[in-house]
């Protein structure tokens, strides 16, 4: 199990995903001793990240008789970092696993008292990212870096981590100057000033959300509709007037690029940009799969310009609207369906006509996903949004519906909803989706990725979006 772990962390699992299936099966038969805190936590955390419907009565030894998880094994360093990691694979009702996480975490803290710099440096790591909630290739980089640092560590493993890492990020590079390259020619950057112009971090999503090898259609083309998605939502946020976005959104709904001559022409350069990456990414679909999937990429468009049309309505009128219809508009503006439903196709695996019709009407895995990105979103950038002038965002609605609270109230607020959408979330991987295991991983990447994009935002010892950039896309790992 041990094994499975440091192969998952490492980024290197995907090489060996028959060897984990069949073994991880066999973790069920796994008779972990009374006290092996460590291997119990891990065998359930394993069992539930792949899929499996892991029993929480296997934690029930670890209790006294007060119900209470046992005082020796706080001092149980390893088994308690387990612990913790295994503490957030819950679904909602597991309270033994919420107890699990305060208990882990409260003598965690303790620990790093008496511990040796290096180690409490680590253990204060794992507490702020733990490992079920970070973006895979962060995980990979930090825990080869750690790796190299212990000499009684297998070093064939972290060779091959390393190597692994990096032709991986060099494989990226190649992606990224062909988005450069798309992004350069298509000159919406150059014809609209006022729009951002991040291809970088858009790509860095990507690799987030899809960051395997073979997924290299996946991430240009989800990056490149991201690129657009955001010029969209500075169209919408901040440079288009009311009268002329009812326009837009009209043109849109029609999809008729012939019915365009009424619209400003910086309306006209993003309408044709959106229309012809479309048309694109669908080819690609085509040629490789064979469905044309034009309206169902059209229709999620149509649906973001709507919801962005929604925001701009709420914010002229000043209104603050209730947090749930603020959340359910706020996912589909934050590009969540958008994304999943680009990656379900380019992926192409297990769509039928069930599945197809499943993705198309926004399921649950893509809510509960969305709702964190558009939860850390807001906990990321909602100050400068709000100085700028934006729409009120869920701390603001926080703040509002808990009788003006502060906003540190507000934030921990936000903060509990995330950690109750995950809960969903879990769910849904233990469940018996008809998705499949691609797409779910695939959702949860998204909800891992948005923490390590916007936590900054929130905790500035977090790495910012450059720093990230940096460690994930450009350096590569020395060997040593
Ligand atoms: C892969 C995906 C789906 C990426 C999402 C990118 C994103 C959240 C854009 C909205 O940014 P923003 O912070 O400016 O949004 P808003 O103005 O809606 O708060």
């Known amino acids: ?90 679904v909602e009702g597991e309270e033994l696993l919420s107890e699990a996480m305060e208990f882990s975490k409260h003598n965690l803290q303790a620990s790093m008292d008496w511990l040796q710099p290096s180690l409490a440096k680590q253990v204060g790591m794992s507490l702020a990212f733990p490992t079920p909630r970070i973006m895979e290739k962060f995980e990979a980089r930090r825990y080869i870096e750690n790796w190299k640092q212990d000499l009684r560590k297998n070093s064939e493993i972290i060779e091959l981590a390393t ?28 014809k609209l000033p006022f729009a951002r112009d991040r291809p970088l971090e858009c790509f860095l999503w990507t690799v987030g959300i899809f960051p395997e090898p073979n997924y290299s259609e996946c991430r240009i083309e989800v990056a490149k509709a991201v690129a657009i998605l955001l010029v969209l ?42 229309y012809n990456s479309i048309n694109e990414t669908s080819y690609k679909v085509l040629k490789n799969h064979g469905w044309c999937i034009i309206p169902e990429l059209t229709k999620q468009w ?100 808990n009788g003006f609270i502060s906003e540190d109230d507000a934030r921990n607020g936000v903060r509990g909803l995330i950690d109750q959408t995950w809960k969903d979330l879990n769910k849904e991987l233990i469940g018996l989706s008809p998705l499949g295991q691609s797409l779910i991983k695939v959702s949860l990447n998204l909800a891992r990725t948005s923490q390590l994009i916007y936590q900054h935002g929130d905790d500035e010892k977090a790495p910012s979006i450059e720093d990230s950039i940096h460690s994930l896309l450009i350096e590569p790992i020395h060997y040593s």
């Open 1 to 90: 199990m041990s094994l499975i772990d440091d192969l998952q962390r490492l980024g290197i699992a995907y090489h060996f995903d028959e060897e984990i299936q069949a073994l991880s099966s066999q973790c069920f038969n796994f008779k972990s001793g009374k006290d092996d805190l460590f291997g119990t936590s891990l065998c359930f955390r394993l069992l539930r990240q792949q899929g499996h419907n892991a029993s929480i009565d296997m934690f029930l030894k670890f209790k006294d008789n007060n119900g209470r998880f046992k005082e020796e094994l706080s001092k149980d360093l390893r088994g308690l970092q387990s612990l913790y990691e295994a503490s957030y694979m819950g």
């Open 163 to 190: 190597l692994d890492f990096n032709s991986v990020q060099s494989l990226y590079q190649r992606e990224i100057i062909e988005l450069k390259r798309w992004w350069r020619e298509l000159g919406l950057a150059h």
């Open 233 to 274: 939502d500075d169209v919408y946020d901040s440079y288009g007037s009311l009268d002329e976005l009812i326009l837009f959104t009209e043109a849109i709904q029609r999809w008729d690029i012939a019915g365009i001559d009424h619209l400003p022409e910086y309306m006209k350069i993003c309408y044709m940009a959106l």
């Open 302 to 401: 149509q649906k973001i310009c709507e919801a962005f049309l929604v925001e701009a309505r709420w914010f002229c009128n000043n209104h603050v609207p209730k947090l749930d219809d603020y959340l359910n508009n706020g996912i589909t503006t934050a590009g969540t369906y958008m994304a999943l439903v680009y990656g379900f196709y380019l992926i192409g695996k297990q769509v039928t006509k069930e599945s197809a019709d499943l993705v198309n009407d926004a399921p649950k895995l893509f809510y509960n996903s969305g709702r964190i990105l558009r939860l850390w979103d807001d906990l990321g950038t909602a100050k400068d949004e709000q100085e700028r002038g934006d729409v009120a965002s869920s701390i603001e609605i926080c703040k509002k519906e």
